[in-house]
């Protein structure tokens, strides 16, 4: 393996314990992936975090369906939607998936997240949508999740979890928190009336301002 890989693989690693510290994930639920060159690096399933080196995430080439992995361990269950996105979306470089708390509870109502704070528009459009419900790992659930990301950066599994992508882990990473950030926001709205909702023009101005923000650089 060659250095860019094996630092790819470092940073997977230390991504996945940054789930669990910043508190977006508990045990082994999440997992994280990171395209690199034909094919995409992906934690393994069931691994303890602690326990995980760069010589168990596992890689998978982006067209094979059968799964075919290279390493150790196998890839997380959910790899199908994980190959989708870093298969068929150019801005998709990295994918997080995680349990968070807040962000679960809301797919658990089975409730998108409509534009109650100006920083919705960072997943690009006016609400980050719920996708349908099917079973973990299904290729069901793969088509829903993808159908509910169109022209979107981030999206709730609806009794399950969400996804984050972005161009790089780091990004993704940044997406994912603040997807839980926006998610308890607006849960915690709700118990008082609930939020007054932004307008598209207004999230439409901030997308314009995340242009010249350096917000694509995170």
């Not at 991504?15 to 999440?30: A, D, K, L, P, V």
């Not at 890689?59 to 369906?65: H, K, M, N, P």
């Not at 269950?77 to 190959?83: A, I, L, N, V």
């Amino acid at each position: 393996m060659n250095k860019d890989e094996l630092a790819l693989r470092e940073e997977i690693v230390a991504r996945c314990r940054e789930m669990n510290s910043s508190g977006i994930n508990q045990g082994t639920s999440g997992n994280i992936s990171v395209r690199f060159e034909d094919r995409m690096l992906i934690s393994p399933s069931a691994t303890p975090y602690d326990q995980m080196t760069p010589e168990m995430v596992s890689s998978v080439g982006l067209e094979d369906t059968s799964v075919a992995c290279e390493g150790p361990l196998k890839p997380s269950t959910e790899w199908r939607f994980h190959q989708k996105l870093l298969r068929d979306r150019p801005d998709a470089g990295a994918v997080v998936h995680a349990h968070p708390t807040y962000c679960t509870t809301l797919a658990i109502a089975r409730k998108d997240i409509p534009s109650c704070h100006y920083m919705i528009a960072a997943f690009g459009g006016t609400s980050v949508r719920c996708a349908g419900y099917a079973t973990f790992g299904t290729e069901e659930l793969s088509v829903l999740a993808i159908e509910a990301m169109q022209d979107r950066t981030a999206c709730l599994l609806a009794n399950h979890g969400m996804i984050a992508i972005g161009e790089n882990l780091a990004k993704a990473m940044w997406r994912a928190i603040e997807l839980e950030t926006i998610a308890k926001q607006y849960y915690l709205s709700l118990q008082i009336g609930g939020p007054t909702i932004l307008s598209d023009e207004e999230i439409e101005d901030t997308m314009k301002g995340f242009s010249g923000y350096g917000l694509q650089d995170k």
